[in-house]
């Protein structure tokens, strides 16, 4: 039996006092990795949002357990257990599902396991619940690390549920206008024409040496007239 | 123009060609000449650090051993040119020559990016703000607070395209982001470690935008080397922007990627630098492969997920990952130092 205690909460969020004389006692199932567990829980009315039925249960964070709606409750243990899985290797939640329901079936659970969406559903409201952060920092490199190796990778959802999303690409001329002016200012080593800085790379690219002295003298003809050019 | 030194130094090389006896240096003549003819900006050959030690040597000076790392092309030719009995240089007269023109050209490069700009709307002195846990709205984490702002670079940033190719060389496609009907994926970055130092979901395909926005953003100083297998445009598309910002980063395509990549020089390649600078032999330039290779294991899982969702999935799984890689660097240190008092 898992009593009311202070850690009491409606999931309206009321935490304030309530009626001891109106105290109930429910069932209770938690569901760990190999098997359901049948308890009991106290719950109570809520008096801020007693039209919507909403009750008051205990948190039972401290017995290790994820209270979902006071009739449910999921074990840390099996949502760490998922959350183990996923990071190791590819596990959707699918498969997990599905074994936790062959693991129930062969230790003669009491209670089945609860729908995919619900586990879902509890295992990202757990997640938020933890403070499972990283600063993202190396301890060797520090907070401006010397070699950064940038890639990208298709993780991609659909892209028709893009709600919000704000890449660091994103600019704004209210905070801060760069104007760059137009140039056709060449960024090359060779600043001479393109075709000829093009023709060279080629003939110096020659892999047999005989190809490339033959091409080479070729472009010296170039270079003669260019440099001809130039002295007139 | 003057091409004389150019045309001076392609004549030294043809002569070393030509010439029976075969010199160790000709080799690297010719890849430092494949460099300077090649499609890549001045920069890339010769970083801003490096010009004034260029211009010196050009002067007459010895070469400068801060050069050899700086510009492994020539530091190469360098050590193979060097004899140690009459402890002097065989052959440099025209590579003193075209090294002045090519410190000038750099020089010119840069001066230009720096000045041939006009501030519209000065950046906000104060960083960004961030609400806690806005990451999970924005889809973007990087452990820290934004450090400025990215500016709206008029004259490069269009409207309808803000990361077309600029140069007619070197075009990398994002054929796997191709399907419409997914998101453009996932933009990490990734210290040597394998520590993931932070993410973004892109709306769109991959672009060279989402890392210098990344970069530029939330990083108070710009890393010395950027490993990107599109590098070689990543560099120009940096120091058109942000100039001063990345002066002395060196921006290198890492060395798996660096075979489909026909049309840029050695200089944008990370193997060109592993010959010259020691502390770069040892970095893992795949670990961002090795990592997203781990990142594929949510891959079929964010497929079906909505934008909340596959944001707070990568995130604890990003956690995960570098809570273990810590965990990893930690024991291998432990028993270093349990090792440490054994070998004494």
Redesign the interface.
Known sequence: MFLLDDSAQCSCGYVGTYDHDNILEDAFIVHTSTSALECKIQTVYCQACINTRGRIGSDLGSYGILNWNNRVGFAHELLNNY?SQ????????FAFHQTIINAYVEDDSPVSFCRLQTFQDAW?AF??LQE??????????G?????????????????????????????????????????T?K??????PTNL??S??KA??QSV?EE??QK??E??AK?LV??WN?SY | MDYSTYTACLSAYHRLEQSDDKKLYTRRYRQFLLQVFSADSVLQLVPNAAIQLLQKYSEGCPPDPRLQPLIPALGMIFLNAYHPINNQYSGMAELRLLSGTLAQRANVVFHHLVHDRETVIEPLQSSPPTLPRYWETTGCYYGRPAVRYRPYYEGRDSDKSVDTAESEVCRKFYSTYTKQSLTGGLMALWCPHLICLGFHKMPHAEGRNDIFSALFKYFEKAPETVIYDFACQLAPYCMSREPLFFKDTCFAVDEMHAKGHVGCSQASFMSNYMQVRPEVININTSAAECSNSGLSRIKKSISYMDQKHAILYTYVYLCVWNRRQERKHQSRLEKELLRIPQDM
């Open positions: 959350t996923f990071t190791s290797s590819e596990t959707p939640f990202f997640i938020r499972i952060g990283s600063t993202m920092q190396c301890p060797i490199c907070p401006n690390p010397a070699v950064i190796i940038a890639d990208g990778v298709a993780v991609s959802f659909p892209s028709h549920r893009v709600e919000s999303l704000e890449p660091p690409i994103i600019s704004s001329k209210d905070k801060a206008w760069v104007r760059l002016k137009r140039t200012m960024l090359t080593s060779f600043p001479g800085r093009k060279v790379y110096l690219n040496r490339r002295i080479l003298n472009e010296f270079f260019i440099n130039f």
